[in-house]
């Protein structure tokens, strides 16, 4: 089964940082693009950043400076570095990817399973 894992959500006071993983695992020939997305709650799900298999980054405005997304190829693995986490930053935090699923041998978008994400003011 194909799917991603994500890891490395918690607490933290305003200021400090966070680190988050998300592995793609299953019958994977290639993944494309990787990203992360934050939810709210009553907010919609928004693009934090996003990441090309050639290592083209994009982020939103709002954590510009302060984010940094990356990825290792050879383990299907995306990462967001999170440094001066500020309030406004606490949500649900889901890791997104487009692989090809060689069982289906087909593209899919696929989600996980979300973490959480809490900054203490």
């Known amino acids: 089964q194909v799917q991603l894992v994500e890891s490395g959500g918690g607490l933290v006071q305003a200021g400090e940082s966070l680190r988050l993983s998300c592995a793609a695992s299953?019958?994977?020939?290639?993944?494309?693009?990787m990203g992360w997305y934050r939810q709210a709650p009553g907010n919609q799900r928004d693009v934090v950043a996003t990441?090309?298999?050639?290592?083209?980054?994009n982020y939103a405005d709002s954590v510009k400076g302060r984010f940094t997304i990356s990825r290792d190829n050879a383990k299907n693995t995306v990462y967001l570095q999170m440094d001066n986490l500020k309030s406004e930053d606490t949500a649900v935090y889901y890791c997104n990817a487009n692989v090809f699923d060689v069982l289906s041998f087909k593209f899919r978008n696929l989600w996980g399973q979300g973490t959480q994400v809490t900054v203490s003011s």
């Open positions: 299953g019958r994977i020939s290639r993944v494309n693009t």
């Open positions: 990441i090309t298999s050639g290592y083209d980054t």
